[in-house]
């Protein structure tokens, strides 16, 4: 019956030698070598017991071992789920619990306080470092270099990705070998990958756009990948030159423009420049174009869809504009309160069905159920609307989020938190421009009657509970919060009052 993931994005590269990953320190792994490693942390899983379905919690640092237990998941049939590396102690415990995980994959540093967590539920624990070493690859040394691959169909899932929700709980966005396949062959050819592209790549893994974009569309596409652990302004500049293609979040954008050392000679080797995750300012697109002579590609996706609409890679690539829906993705704009489609030119929610939209949420089934309609058609939370040309332009946020640096961040998280504060009666998070980050996080805080809250010891708390990303930058005190007829609260008040708090001289 064969296994299409692991078929089509690595077997499709067994016995070749050549280079899949060139790492910082000059060494190149050939998809031979990535193959053999794969193979050997695949035994291992098995040897562990691990059944196909089995989810595996991935909490590790970005590592050619990292992305091998990638490879291995899907040679063994089980549900990769990566999480972010900021992710506290507190917030892992639930994605452990939620997933109803069977192995816990972390850093040797966080293996003694993980350990009862995972053991709470009888999950397994092992350890992978940034460096490749822990006792996951102790294990997968002593295997065999070679493994049959589990038979799987399309319609069975891949990956489970965690994406908050407005509501504060986090939801398994559950993947299947379909999304991710069909999402990555459809890039490779919008996108003209091919074997001889060499991609830098600075993102995490732990996200759709490291992790399913970049590199599921150089493994698709047989070449190699630039394999940074991070976003690094020196090693960008660095290894430009080496480069075909990058993939980035409008801070890799704003930060290569932010200095002079970038140039047009840099950039001269470069055949696309791609941005997504996060709204790019036409600003930003133009001072690039004018600086390097290349318009960056602008993409459109999401974790529970993937790549839903991209910029031509021939036509004009407007500025300002996520493009044209993906040839297998329907996209249309609806009314959000009657769902009835809106005609052309106005402004409504983005609604897309397609190979790429995802199976809906783990053990969810009333939130699958408000977000992924019958007929196939998933409700973004974007409000945008299709030019003449039928370019896509996405206008705001039909839902409470703010992007910051390419993550996302719900404010209903962080305000459930500080509601539950001492003096704090309530509280209102919102996003404000950042000149690096795009958007930053701001908490207002309204005092109980006649108390005043510690703001330090309130800090004290927020940073042991949530990821260092999520903290809001500043904490203010307001006597009350601004309020509609109906009593809800303003935000976009609030948000025209502290516009200029982060971008002010
Ligand atoms: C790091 N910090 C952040 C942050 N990243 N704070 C807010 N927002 C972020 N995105 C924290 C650090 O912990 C640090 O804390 C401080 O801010 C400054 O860090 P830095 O050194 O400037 O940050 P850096 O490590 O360089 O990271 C910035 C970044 C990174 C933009 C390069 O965040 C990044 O790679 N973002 C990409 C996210 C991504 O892949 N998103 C895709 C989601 S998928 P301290 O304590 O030192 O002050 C998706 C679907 C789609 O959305 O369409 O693609
Ligand atoms: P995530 O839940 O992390 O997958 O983030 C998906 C969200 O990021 C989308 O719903 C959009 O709000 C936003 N997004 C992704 N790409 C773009 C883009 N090119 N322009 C504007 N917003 C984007």
Same mark, same amino acid.
């Given at each position: ?12 590269? +067994? ?14 792994? @050939? ?7 794969? +193979? ?31 490879? +291995? ?86 990956? &489970? ?32 990958? @091919? ?10 893994? &732990? ?14 596409? %047989?070449?190699?990948? /630039? &394999? ?71 993409? !459109? ?39 009835? @489609? ?5 402004? $409504? ?8 939209? &995802? ?16 007929? $196939?058609? #998933? ?11 039928? !370019? ?12 910051? $640096?390419? !993550? ?5 998280? /962080? ?15 919102? %996003?404000?421009?950042?000149?690096? #980050?795009?958007? @930053? ?16 010891? /309130? ?42 708090? #982060?971008?002010?001289?």
């Amino acid at each position: 019956m064969g296994n299409p993931l692991y078929d089509r994005l690595f077997g499709i590269h +067994a016995g070749k030698n050549t280079p899949f990953l060139h790492l910082p320190d000059g060494q190149t792994l @050939t998809h031979s070598d990535f193959l053999d490693m794969a +193979a050997r942390i695949a035994n291992a899983l098995v040897g562990m017991q691990l059944e196909p379905g089995d989810r595996v919690a991935v909490q590790v640092e970005k590592s050619p071992e990292t992305l091998a237990l990638y490879a +291995a998941c899907a040679q063994a049939g089980l549900i990769f789920l990566p999480l972010n590396t900021a992710y506290t102690t507190h917030e892992l415990t639930y994605f452990i619990e939620n997933s109803g995980a069977s192995l816990v994959v972390c850093d040797s540093t966080n293996e003694a306080e993980l350990t009862p967590i995972a053991q709470a539920q009888n999950a397994k624990i092992e350890t992978l470092n940034a460096d490749g070493s822990g006792s996951l690859t102790r294990r997968a040394l002593g295997m065999l270099p070679a493994f049959e691959p589990v038979s799987r169909t399309e319609d069975d899932l891949a990956a &489970f990705l965690y994406t908050s929700g407005t509501t504060g709980r986090s939801k398994g966005a559950m993947l299947t070998q379909a999304n991710l396949l069909s999402n990555a062959e459809m890039l490779v050819r919008e996108w003209r990958f @091919t074997s001889d592209d060499a991609l830098l790549h600075a993102l995490p893994i &732990f996200h759709t756009h490291g992790l399913f974009v970049a590199t599921n569309v150089v493994l698709a596409s %047989g070449g190699s990948m /630039i &394999f940074l652990p991070k976003f690094d302004l020196e090693d960008i500049l660095r290894l430009m030159p080496q480069a075909t293609s990058l993939m980035g979040v409008p801070t890799f954008y704003t930060r290569l423009l932010g200095g002079d050392r970038f140039t047009k000679e840099l950039a001269q080797h470069m055949r696309l420049f791609i941005s997504g995750s996060a709204p790019l300012l036409a600003e930003t697109h133009e001072q690039f174009e004018a600086r390097t002579g290349h318009r960056i590609l602008e993409r !459109y996706g999401m974790t529970e869809t993937n790549m839903n609409t991209s910029n031509p890679y021939d036509g004009e690539r407007r500025a300002g504009t996520v493009g044209f829906p993906l040839p297998d993705v329907e996209l249309k704009v609806t009314d959000p309160e009657t769902g009835e @489609t809106l005609p052309q030119g106005e402004i $409504g929610m983005i609604e897309v069905r397609g190979p790429n939209v &995802f199976k809906g949420y783990w053990q969810m089934p009333e939130k699958t159920a408000a977000e992924l309609r019958e007929n $196939g058609f #998933f409700i973004t939370g974007d409000l945008g609307r299709v030019d003449e040309d039928g !370019y896509v332009h996405i206008v705001g946020r039909g839902k409470d989020l703010i992007i910051s $640096g390419g !993550y996302n961040i719900y404010p209903k998280e /962080i305000e459930l938190l500080l509601d539950d504060q001492p003096g704090v009666l309530e509280s209102a998070v919102i %996003g404000v421009p950042h000149p690096d #980050f795009g958007e @930053t996080v701001l908490g207002i805080l309204v005092p109980a009657n006649g108390e005043t809250p510690d703001l330090e010891q /309130i800090m004290q708390t927020v940073q042991s509970d949530l990821a260092r990303f999520k903290h809001p930058r500043k904490l203010i005190l307001l006597d009350e919060l601004p309020r509609n007829t109906m009593g809800k609260v303003q935000k976009n008040l609030l948000r025209d009052t502290y516009k200029d708090l #982060f971008t002010d001289g």
